[in-house]
């Protein structure tokens, strides 16, 4: 098993570009989560989903988007990227998303936008 | 608001014992969960929390006392590999995970 992967590991942007960040999983799990993680700063969580079909925001989900069209697939959009937007971004899932869940991470995507 | 605190960074020696504190404040509380990780790398899982008390696995213990919003993780006999970071999290009433900025612990020979 692969586990959760994501691509690509790295991405440079110029301010108001796209582009799309890939998460997949082979571990039939049902929820998947975005999060961000900036220098000093607890992991934050930007969308996240219960199931295929389905998404909801977290945190901070302004200036991202989400689809869950497969189950082992969750895409993370950037529209208009912004320099704010310079980080790193993991992507997890979990079993379901009750108490004592753990959550298994991805290998994260540095992204810098310049 | 919700807030996880804990420190910034720890140094210990190899071979020692180091004790990582973490203080929550959070709208409920529905488990407190620790991940290590590596620089570069993604976080993993060390444990999981409900209840009051002491869980032990291997070198690391995890301690909880919910009336005082209070954990602490602590390793044993420490190792150069358990250099790095190590995050707090808290699950709310809605089921998130609220992370602490997590502890860079320094390990030296």
């Known amino acids: 098993n692969a586990g959760v992967t994501q691509t690509p590991k790295f991405r440079v942007l110029k301010t108001g570009q796209s582009m799309t960040l890939l998460c997949a999983q082979d571990?039939?799990?049902?929820?998947m989560y975005w999060y961000r993680q900036d220098p000093g700063m607890g992991l934050r969580l930007i969308h996240y989903?219960?199931?295929?079909?389905?998404?909801a925001k977290g945190e901070v989900p302004d200036g991202y988007n989400v689809s869950r069209l497969k189950k082992q697939n969750f895409l993370l959009g950037l529209e208009s990227a912004a320099p704010s937007q310079t980080s790193v971004y993991f992507c997890?899932?979990?079993?379901?998303?009750?108490?004592?869940?753990?959550?298994?991470f991805g290998p994260g995507t540095r992204l810098t936008v310049l | 608001g919700q807030n996880i605190d804990q420190p910034t960074e720890m140094t210990a020696t190899e071979g020692a014992i180091v004790q990582i504190n973490c203080t929550y404040q959070?709208?409920?509380?529905?488990?407190l969960f620790w991940y290590q990780q590596h620089a570069g790398e993604a976080p993993t899982f060390l444990s999981y929390?409900?209840l009051d008390g002491l869980e032990e696995k291997g070198r690391f213990s995890s301690f909880l006392s919910r009336s005082k919003g209070y954990s602490y993780l602590l390793l044993k006999e420490l190792q150069m590999k358990d250099s790095a970071s190590y995050l707090c999290?808290?699950?709310?009433?809605?089921?998130?995970?609220?992370w602490g900025a997590g502890t860079k612990l320094i390990i030296k020979p």
């Open positions: 571990m039939n799990h049902e929820y």
């Open positions: 989903s219960v199931g295929e079909g389905t998404t």
């Open positions: 959070t709208s409920g509380f529905n488990g």
């Open positions: 929390n409900v």
């Open positions: 997890a899932s979990s079993p379901t998303g009750g108490t004592y869940n753990e959550q298994f």
């Open positions: 999290a808290v699950m709310d009433s809605n089921y998130q995970l609220i």
